[in-house]
Each structure stands twice: as C-alpha cells, then as structure tokens.
C-alpha cells in the first residue's frame, strides 16, 4: 500500500515506517485532505478511531495532528500525522468519517486547531466563553480563566 | 369569547396580571427544551437540548463537559506509575478496564509483557468487570424505561462481584487492580473458589433477569424498533461495543487483535440483527454469559510463576508513539501515549468509546418519541465520566 501511495504522491509523504508492529505516515499537510480520502475509499480504512493532537512549543512546525485509523476488512490499523504551525488551519475529514466531528471540536477546544470544512467548529468540553486552550503545554495546570469562573461561577477562584 | 377564555381572562385580570390572553394558548409551534444536566435518566451530568413537534423529536444537541476534570493534562504532569490510578475515573464503573488498557500501553512503550499468571487474573478481573458494568446497565437502563424490579435484582448480584474486587485488591470500586508490568497483588487464599462460587451463583440469575423482561410486554414495546441504527451507520460514526455488535457486525477487538490472555479461551461474539434497543439488550445479555464462560475456563487453569514482568524502578520508555486498545465494556477504549524518554508521559490521549459513541444519539432519536430518548441514552451506555475527562 506504502509503495502505491509513494508512487502517486512521492515526496509528499515524508516518513512511512513501522514502529513496535505499529504503522504510521508522517504526510505533507496539502496532501492530507486527498490522502485520507484514498485511504477510505481505495484502502478500506472505513473507521476513524481518534482524531488527535500533540503540542511541541520549540518546533518550528509547532502541532503534531494525527488521524488514527482502522479498516474492518484489513483488520489493521495507521496513524496518519501531518505537522502544522500554530495558527494554521487544518483539513477537516468530517466529510470523509462523520465520527470526526466531536474529535475534531475537542482538539480545537484543547489546542486551538481550526479545520477547515468542519461544519460547527466550536468548543465541546470547556464553556464556550472559555479562554486558553488547556492541552497547550504554556498552558499551566493549575492556570484557568479567571475572568469566566469570576462572571460565571461568582466566586473569586476555582482553585 | 368562548367559555374557557373568559375563565382564562378573568384568572389574568383578578391576580396574575397577565393581560389580555390569546385566542388560544396552544401554538403548533416547535418546541426547544432541555433536559438535564441535572437529570436522573441521564445518567450523570448530560444536558441533551431537544428540539420537538409535539412529541416527535427532530434533533438533538449534547452539551457536554460538566464532569470535565482535564485528565490528559494531569497525566503529562505525573510519572507513569502515578498517572494510573487516575485512569479509573474515567468510566468508574469499568475502572479495571481502564486500568487494563494503560497498563498494556505503557508496557508496550516499555516493550515488556506481563507474565502468563498475571494475564489470566487480568482477564478474570476484567471480565468480572465487564459483567459489573453491564449489571449496572441493565438495572438503570429497565428502571429509565419503567421496570423497577431488575434495579434491585442486578444491585444485588453486582454487590458479590465488588466484594471479591475488595477482597483482591481493598477496594470496591476504583480498583486500581493492575501495575504497570503486571499485578500488584497476589490473588488471595481462596480466590479461585469465590469466583468459581460467583460463576453458580450468577448463572441461574441472568436467566432470572431474562426472564423478567425479554418478553415482557412493555418492554418489548418501548424497545423493538427504538433507535435504529445501521450497520453502516455504526461504522461511519465509530461507534464501537455492543451497539455495533447489535448492528450486525461480528466485531469484537479480544478476538480482532487478542490482547492479555485472550486468544487462550473460547467463547463467541454475540451480534444482533436490527440495530435497536432490543437487539442491544439482548447482545449485552448473552455479553454477559460469554463473559462468564471466560472466567470459567481461566480460573481453572490459572499457571503458576510470578504475577510481575522485571520492569525498573523508574520507568523512562523510549523516545516513542504508541496506541493501544481494548474492549471495554462501552467499546474500544483506546490509549495514545508520546514519550519523550522522560519519567513523565509527553502526551497521552484517551480514546474513550462512551464519548464516541454518543455522538450517535442525535441519527438514533431523530423522528422519534421524547420517551425514547431516555431509552436510547440508557441503551448507549454511556458513563459522564468517561465522556468528559
């Protein structure tokens, strides 16, 4: 499958390996739309297990956003990973697997991601007036927006 | 001025001071109400905004995060060995699930396994688990749609299953069972015979269960043919677990990719056919006695030799991604760790299948009746504390 994917995309994918008995592709963030399309309609990878993300602060490229996939029929499963800046917005793949859409508010809720093409980008876990976005790694673990628990909660801190 | 509007007239001007009243007061208007989060079918904190046509719903939205306490967040702030007892807080009513799948995780980043001994006694409290966590479904989702009786019935039998959890490892309900490596615990004097004493017990009992409902007439009623999902449907949403099962897809990830000591025993994978609330109640039924065939077999049998892998003192895995899954008792319950080679983890992300999976609520309940989204919601299974983190 790699080497079919490498033949139609060839430096777009930049890493394909295997790593303790797991697949995962590292990917060019252009290709990414395209690529998870093919994966599900050519390769059977019918079922999206997570949509998720991870934060490097001392990146250039700060976010790793990673598609977690599985195909019934194959019975296995790759990680698709593309890196992308802060800021920058990502492709949305709740045209492709519907079950993305809830993954897809909760990283943009935990880290501020945007996706484009997500029908109702908004927050899911935090209040919406929330601000900060929580799994960001500047952002402390005690730190909350005192501004919202003030006006909303009316107490001083929720600490 | 028809009769009731003058009455209604005259109860505004004599004291409430409503004004004038309309023609009439009933509208063909839609309806948008709320319920919960502060509701006792929902099962925790959910607050499910409704938008009705008389008792016909046609759509829902989920306002969810109540319960949200940020456990991903304390995980990247605790080393491995202390991130796990927060792991059973998730879905605490299947903590030894939870606890089952970060410990393969972490092990496989470590790329250690557990012994055998340690493996079957973790299927045997798992599965113990499991039949816990659908007890507990069973009675709250028959008391949601009117039948009080199995509340008391699975109440009951769910009480021995907690007592031998207790006796193992001291506690009841966030087990905290497993170690990273294997178990902490040797089983205690006796422990084969009170689960083997548990198994005779709560045989007969399932059947009394069925017997009380599978073809009760009311039940049958507010089940057959509620929330109707497709196989189809099932896949593109990711919903996993029972719901799936009683979709039609024979999908079960103990026997799609065998993990502890799964692939030694023998049992089936129950699947339905219609994909509604029927179907998925008898999936978990005949869950529970396949559960109860594995324990059978692995408590027999259970070898001898240590219940702990050699694993240091510190754990600091290599630099490494890893995802791990099981079969929770809600459906696949994932683990995404990123180790940076410290003693903390760099990420970890729960993959939890109760938040997926209700994300199906809003196809299941459209076109039907306000009563049936409770039955839907308890058909769901879902745990807030799983669905918030």
Request: charged share 25%.
């Amino acid at each position: 499958m790699v080497t079919r994917l490498k033949a139609q995309y060839g430096s777009g994918i930049r890493e394909a390996n295997t790593y303790l008995g797991q697949n995962y592709m590292v990917v060019e963030p252009s290709i990414a739309a395209e690529l998870l399309q093919i994966l599900r309609d050519q390769e059977q990878f019918d079922y999206c297990v997570d949509v998720t993300a991870v934060h490097y602060p001392n990146r250039e490229k700060q976010f790793d956003l990673i598609w977690i996939l599985y195909s019934h029929v194959r019975n296995e499963r790759i990680r698709v990973k593309i890196m992308i800046t802060d800021g920058e917005t990502a492709p949305s793949s709740v045209s492709i697997w519907p079950a993305a859409n809830w993954l897809e508010r909760e990283v943009y809720d935990m880290f501020g991601i945007r996706f484009e093409g997500h029908p109702d980008l908004k927050r899911i876990l935090l209040p919406d007036g929330w601000k900060g976005h929580p799994l960001r790694k500047d952002y402390g673990i005690i730190q909350q927006d005192q501004e919202w628990v003030q006006i909303n909660l009316g107490i001083e801190s929720g600490q | 001025m028809t009769d009731a509007t003058k009455s209604l007239s005259r109860l505004s001007s004599s004291n409430l001071e409503l004004g004038e009243p309309d023609k009439t007061f009933l509208d063909t208007n839609e309806l948008i109400i709320n319920m919960g989060p502060q509701h006792p079918a929902t099962h925790g904190v959910l607050r499910v905004i409704l938008k009705l046509d008389g008792e016909k719903v046609l759509g829902t939205e989920c306002v969810i995060g109540y319960l949200h306490r940020g456990v991903e967040k304390i995980a990247e702030h605790r080393t491995y060995a202390m991130f796990n007892p927060y792991v059973d807080r998730m879905d605490y009513v299947a903590a030894v699930s939870n606890g089952l799948g970060y410990c393969e995780a972490v092990e496989k980043l470590l790329n250690v396994e557990a012994p055998p001994r340690a493996k079957y006694i973790r299927v045997i409290l798992t599965e113990l688990n499991r039949l816990a966590s659908h007890m507990l479904w069973l009675g709250t989702h028959a008391l949601d749609i009117g039948a009080i009786t199995p509340l008391f019935y699975t109440f009951r039998d769910r009480e021995e299953i907690l007592k031998i959890f207790e006796k193992y490892c001291g506690a009841r309900l966030t087990t905290h069972a497993f170690r990273i490596g294997g178990c902490q615990y040797e089983t205690y004097e006796g422990f084969e015979r009170d689960v083997t004493k548990f198994v005779d017990f709560v045989k007969p009992k399932i059947d009394e269960y069925e017997e009380l409902l599978t073809t009760n007439r009311i039940w049958v009623k507010r089940t057959k043919g509620v929330g109707v999902i497709s196989d189809k449907d099932c896949i593109a949403l990711g919903v996993t677990g029972p719901v799936l099962r009683a979709s039609g897809v024979k999908w079960d990830l103990r026997k799609a990719q065998p993990y502890a000591a799964y692939s030694d025993f023998d049992f089936e994978i129950p699947t339905g056919q219609n994909g509604d609330t029927y179907d998925r109640y008898l999936v978990r039924m005949q869950e529970m006695r396949q559960s109860l065939r594995i324990i059978e077999q692995a408590v027999g049998k259970i070898p001898e030799g240590p219940i702990m892998a050699k694993v240091p003192k510190v754990l600091k895995p290599p630099v490494g991604e890893i995802y791990h899954s099981i079969e929770a008792p809600k459906g696949e319950l994932g683990y995404f760790i990123v180790s940076d080679g410290s003693t903390q983890p760099y990420r970890v992300r729960v993959r939890p299948p109760s938040f997926v999976n209700l994300q199906a609520l809003d196809m299941m309940v459209r076109g039907q009746l306000v009563a049936d989204v409770i039955a839907v919601i308890g058909t769901l299974d879902i745990v807030l504390g799983e669905v918030d983190r």
